[in-house]
């Protein structure tokens, strides 16, 4: 955007930073470019307005004139370039509103001038101060904890809410049932129907009234059936909003206190009082006070009960989303979602603030991501869109053509206009588009048949591209319960011996039996208790049982416990970004405690030192190893007189004392392990994304075959350096790697490098690392991703933007998880796969109801089948276009064309019955290791399109030419062929009534209309043929999809179809040939031999994978040059150390060496220039081929220098990579 627009006020950035950010410009209405646009409109006979309806853009452009947005009556809205849009998309122009409104209600003159817009369902306002449009619907976020407490908490007054509502609007999610009548003009209105309205009146000018009345039949059920389709949609997504869309709920107010409202009147602001019993919310809000239950799976694909807490009362100046950090969640109900139970503190209210309203809700952007599915940057709709322009130019070559053909013999002039015309209507397949989408339709039903469903079938295709998914761990991978294997205790910073919940022996009374009775989030609900597995399995270890109130557990049996009962006073809950959750509890009739569970590492940094045993690095690393779940306990003795309700957390968790580990095993599903591996044979990359220990993913990572054992596994830690903007990478094998007593480093390095020449080692790295290698390293995180496979430790955000930057480098990325913790990674990704229970949620485009990643494969089987449908339907209608216009421009030559009946049956019998049934193949049963092509503009099927149109031309010209050459052949009296003295036909039989009537001339030209020639039967014939063996030819089947001869309806439409063809041609029917102006004294003859042939060669992958490596062909996505350059590069992966004699070191607190990174920011080009800089100078070690090129080691040793090129440290296996200030903002 040029500088003087932003200076006017002519631009700016709407929802600025969103996924939704959008440019808006600023435009006036002039009257004298209104009144030509409307000439134009009258003159053009309502085509320009036509065009218009279809340009939005051009229409403001042609009838306004830029201006500041402060002083524009029309925006334009344009979406801003991102990785799903690589070029600028017009949206929308929506009128600006001036909208002078007054309640007479609110007992004063108030009057409010509001200029407004609604882009996709959301209203924006214009800021005067601001100048910008500003979206309303949202409580603002610079609130403070207190403000949402002292301000909001007593409720709105009439007044404001009043006024609120005139500004925001309405509390609904308005989706009307569009009418019927609104639908059918919309559709007929579509370019393609438009296009067919163009040709029937031509058909009809050039009479060919039957056809035309055929298509137009034809065309009259598709908007029919199209309109009724859009109307079922219609229907069910407004009934899926209907029930929650306006309910009586009760409100707080200012002065009245308690009143019974509708729905739709919440505004941003007010009090929402939740009561007993179960409800649905109709808007998002902020709990300000008591507790409550939710059932979140519309959102998140889960089941499980989730508590909410409320907001804390907290008197910083931080806006309290700010103040909550990334565990803001857990205070807020979301829209849609359902309340189970609600729990007042004391004898107060359970109070909410209305944060959102209408379409800013949770539930009105799922709505809304339905209504208007984000674009989708696919290069086959460009491709195709490009290929329809190509046909549109050789439509005007054929134009010309036609001109001067029929110019040249004297015809009329609307005659040549008439046959011009037509020209386009045969070059210009309309259907083109709808063809593309067909394969997408069957297979959206065939996923819902195996419990898939899809909210974007844009994204079938895109998963026929696949090549990377990430998996999340828990829930996904691995069961959703757990077994707990046992507990580890620590007493005087010592572990203790293990207690096995196998050998039936009941935990004793302590603080370790206390914290897993009271440290969870179950509920009881309708006599069963519900929550997290974890929890679950953890609470009935203890062989306690939970009782309804006040929150009580009490022991089983009549064993002798100190204590009869824990009772849970306050929760912290759990939240990924923290890694941890807290209780306070209390002993009935004794003391309160705090309780903290998570992870191990987490909880340690909150216990005191002296608490944690020395041996809790290897003791953790032990059953990590071992693929456990471990989590960590601690607590703390309260001190009697404080409240918890108004203490805060980060005072709760210190000081705590370490209580030992809780051993949980997490068995793999049984369906894991075949798909990996099936994925793995594919050459389709799994990655692990989880929440746990970093130890524990790849333990599972290895036992599912994620992992080969063959593999080596290396650990990336990253960490910033204290008082300065550095960060140091150290590369270290993990610990575990088999190696032998009498195995040096150097023999270990070699084995590594030589995995890893052929891809044969893993990186494994934590959020932690991520994170900093992110923010200070950012040029190395393409090598780390080009072989990370396990991520461990991730936060939600870490996981969307570790999606992000995989697309970056050109893979197309799939995410499948659970949607708990996956949500934003599964919105980011090509195709997000939720395990979820709803059809629909705001997770991700597909969802399934099996919870396991058997969905996975068949998704990829199935969107590989979709594309490769497109494909063969893209080829079918172009060649059968081209052959058509092939035909009739042959024909043109002798100022005939095809007959009416002609057109009629290639167009419905042969056309739109292939069209329908092509489509019907199922996906091939296996996937293999290629990916079917995603582009059009590829020399396979370039070349494939060229050889068909090469030998259809040549087909129909050769029949042209050789019936001319026959001896009967006649072409002003076509019945001399059949007269007796032609002795050439003396086999042939033909009825008198034929005879007579092709033997009367004048008779003969009425009957047939002008089309009945020896040359137009052999070229229809021809061509009719040439399009059922090009619908077999380029119909594919294996590797991708069912052989053809399983699609039992293309197979018998194609065999009626070349039945019908051999009947006209053999049939001595006068009745039939009299029909379809056909001629027929001699078979014409054909060889379909050739069709296989070509494609024999166009589709030969082997010969092209030949030819690719003959002309030293090479791939250019991003990921794949990386690959090629890392390969070239002896000294990657990091596994050793190199000194050079310019380099010092940085000292560090460990043993370790490090190394100084001097070529971070090193391309291709730098990296070789160091090559050959180290070739021709510079002073290398005899380790000089394991260090990483861009690291720089030491001139001397820091214990010896006299050793420093003698002897390897003696963790030579480990190098640190330091960034010099590279910090991105």
């Not at 149109?949 to 050789?962: A, E, H, K, N």
Request: hydrophobic share 40%; with cysteine; proline share 5%.
């Amino acid at each position: 955007m040029q500088p003087h627009a932003m200076e006017n006020g002519h631009w700016a950035l709407l929802n600025q930073g969103e996924d939704n950010e959008m440019e808006m410009f600023g435009y006036k209405t002039e009257g004298c470019r209104r009144a030509l646009c409307i000439a134009g409109y009258i003159l053009s006979c309502g085509a320009l307005w036509l065009v218009f309806y279809w340009k939005p853009a051009w229409d403001v452009w042609a009838n306004c004139i830029p201006c500041s947005l402060q002083e524009a009556d029309v925006v334009l809205l344009r979406t801003t370039v991102s990785a799903h849009l690589p070029a600028h998309c017009w949206l929308a122009c929506k009128g600006m509103i001036i909208s002078p409104v007054q309640d007479p209600s609110i007992g004063c003159s108030l009057v409010l001038q509001v200029r407004c817009i609604q882009v996709q369902k959301i209203r924006y306002v214009w800021n005067i101060s601001g100048k910008q449009f500003q979206k309303i619907g949202c409580l603002e976020d610079h609130h403070t904890c207190s403000d949402m407490h002292d301000k909001f908490g007593s409720g709105l007054s009439h007044e404001e809410q009043a006024v609120r509502e005139l500004i925001c609007g309405p509390n609904a999610i308005d989706v009307r049932v569009v009418p019927i009548w609104k639908l059918l003009v919309k559709e007929v209105l579509h370019p393609f129907y438009v296009f067919q309205l163009f040709s029937i009146c031509l058909w009809i000018a050039d009479d060919y009234m039957e056809y035309a009345s055929a298509i137009l039949l034809m065309s009259l059920l598709s908007v029919s059936l199209t309109v009724y389709d859009l109307r079922k949609q219609s229907v069910k997504l407004y009934r899926l909003v209907e029930s929650h869309t306006n309910v009586t709920v009760t409100v707080f107010r200012k002065t009245e206190g308690c009143q019974k409202v509708k729905s739709h009147q919440l505004v941003p602001g007010d009090t929402l009082v939740l009561t007993e019993g179960k409800s649905f919310l109709p808007c998002d809000a902020v709990l300000i006070s008591g507790r409550c239950i939710v059932n979140e799976s519309m959102l998140t694909g889960e089941s499980i009960p989730v508590t909410k807490a409320p907001l804390p009362y907290a008197s910083d100046a931080k806006p309290w989303r700010m103040h909550c950090s990334e565990e803001y969640k857990r205070h807020i109900l979301f829209c849609g979602t359902e309340v189970i139970q609600t729990k007042a503190d004391g004898s107060g209210l359970v109070k909410a603030i209305v944060l959102h309203t209408g379409f800013n809700t949770a539930k009105g952007d799922l709505v809304r991501s339905i209504l208007y599915p984000k674009p989708i940057n696919f290069k086959l709709y460009r491709d195709a869109m490009s290929f329809l322009m190509c046909l549109i130019a050789l439509a005007i070559a054929g134009m010309i053509y036609s001109v001067c053909i029929f110019a040249l013999n004297g015809e009329e002039t609307g005659e040549i206009v008439k046959k011009a015309l037509d020209v386009v209507t045969i070059a210009v397949p309309p259907a083109l588009p709808a063809a593309l989408t067909t394969g997408i339709i069957y297979t959206q039903r065939r996923l819902k048949k195996k419990g898939i469903f899809c909210i974007s079938p844009q994204r079938i295709n895109m998963c026929g591209q696949l090549n990377l998914i990430c998996f999340d761990k828990t829930g996904t991978l691995t069961e959703d319960g757990l077994d707990l294997w046992g507990v580890v205790p620590a007493e005087g910073n010592r572990f203790q011996e293990v207690h096995s919940f196998a050998s039936g022996r009941t935990l004793p009374w302590g603080p370790v039996c206390g914290a897993m009775v009271s440290c969870h989030s179950l509920v009881l609900l309708d006599g069963r208790m519900q929550g997290d597995p974890l929890d679950l399995k953890m609470f009935e270890a203890t062989g306690w049982v939970r009782l309804r109130s006040p929150y009580a557990h009490k022991q089983k049996g009549h064993a002798s416990v100190p204590v009869r009962g824990m009772a849970i006073l306050h929760h912290f809950p759990f939240t990924s970004a923290l890694q941890r959750m807290s209780v306070i509890a209390q002993e009935i009739g004794g003391a309160r405690h705090v309780f903290m569970k998570g992870a191990p590492e987490m909880v340690a940094e909150f216990c005191r030192p002296e608490t944690v045993p020395l041996q809790f690095a290897s003791e953790l690393q032990l059953y990590a190893a071992q693929g456990f779940r471990v989590i960590g306990l601690a607590h703390r003795v309260l001190q009697a007189g404080n409240q918890p309700a108004h203490l805060i957390r980060e005072d709760m968790e210190s000081g705590l004392v370490f209580l030992g580990l809780l051993i949980m095993e997490n068995r793999l599903k049984r369906e894991t392990k075949p798909v990996l591996e099936e994925l793995s044979a594919a050459r389709i990359r799994s990655v692990m994304v989880t929440g746990d220990n970093i130890q524990t993913a790849v333990t599972v990572a290895k036992n599912a075959s994620m992992i080969s054992p063959t593999s080596q596994v290396i650990l990336v830690e990253a960490n910033e350096l204290p008082g300065t903007p550095a960060a140091s990478v150290t590369w270290k094998l993990m610990e575990g790697t088999e190696r032998g007593s009498m195995e040096t480093d150097s023999c270990i390095e070699n084995g590594v490098r030589s995995k890893a020449a052929c891809g044969g080692y893993h990186f494994a790295i934590s959020g932690k690392s991520y994170q900093v290698i992110v923010q200070h390293c950012s040029d190395l995180l393409p090598r780390l991703l080009l072989n990370g496979t396990v991520f461990a430790r991730m936060s939600p955000g870490q996981k969307s933007s570790l999606v992000e930057e995989f697309q970056k480098l050109g893979y197309y990325v799939g995410m499948c998880g659970d949607g708990a913790n996956d949500c934003g990674a599964l919105k980011v990704a090509h195709a997000g796969i939720s395990l979820s229970e709803q059809e629909a949620s705001v997770a991700s485009p597909f969802t399934t109801r099996t919870p396991t990643i058997e969905c996975v494969p068949q998704l990829i089987r199935e969107g590989r089948a979709a594309l490769v449908t497109s494909l063969c339907m893209f080829k079918y209608m172009a060649l059968y276009s081209i052959i058509q216009y092939l035909g009739v421009l042959l024909l043109y030559w002798q100022l005939n064309s095809f007959g009416v009946y002609q057109f009629l049956f290639q167009d419905l019998a042969i056309n739109t019955v292939i069209g329908v049934t092509m489509s019907l193949n199922g996906a091939y049963p296996k996937l293999v290791p290629h990916r079917p092509p995603s582009q059009l503009v590829s020399p396979p099927l370039l070349l494939s399109l060229v050889l068909n149109i090469l030998f259809s031309l040549g087909l129909q010209i050769c029949g042209f030419l050789v019936v001319q050459e026959q001896s009967w052949y006649s072409k002003e009296d076509i019945s001399s062929a059949c007269l007796p003295g032609n002795t050439s036909l003396a086999n042939h039989s033909f009825s008198s009534t034929k005879l007579s009537r092709m033997g009367n001339a004048s008779l003969g030209q009425e009957a047939d209309n002008g089309f009945k020639s020896y040359e137009n039967s052999t070229v229809w014939l021809l061509s009719t043929i040439n399009c059922i063996a090009v619908a077999l030819v380029v119909s594919k089947g294996k590797p991708f999809r069912q052989p053809v001869y399983t699609n039992y309806q293309f197979v018998l439409a194609l065999t009626v179809q070349l039945g019908v063809c051999l009947f006209l041609m053999f049939a001595d029917m006068e009745g039939v040939y009299f029909i379809f102006d056909v001629t027929v004294p001699e078979s014409p003859g054909f060889d379909g031999r050739c069709f296989p042939a070509q494609e024999a060669v166009t589709e030969n992958r082997a010969l092209w994978m030949w030819l690719k490596t003959c002309f030293r062909y090479q791939s250019q996505s991003r990921y794949q040059i990386l690959r090629r350059l890392l390969s070239r590069d002896p000294a990657w992966p990091p596994l050793n150390t190199t000194t050079f004699s310019e380099a010092t070191a940085i000292p560090t607190e460990t043993d370790e060496v490090a190394y100084v990174n001097l070529a971070f920011n090193s391309d291709e080009k730098t990296l070789r220039r160091g090559r050959q800089g180290d070739a021709q100078g510079r002073t290398v070690t005899r380790h000089d081929r394991a260090c990483p090129r861009g690291l720089v080691a030491p001139a001397t040793s820091r214990h010896n220098p006299a050793l420093a090129t003698e002897h390897p440290h003696p963790d030579s296996l480990c190098a640190t990579w330091y960034s010099r200030g590279r910090t991105r903002l």
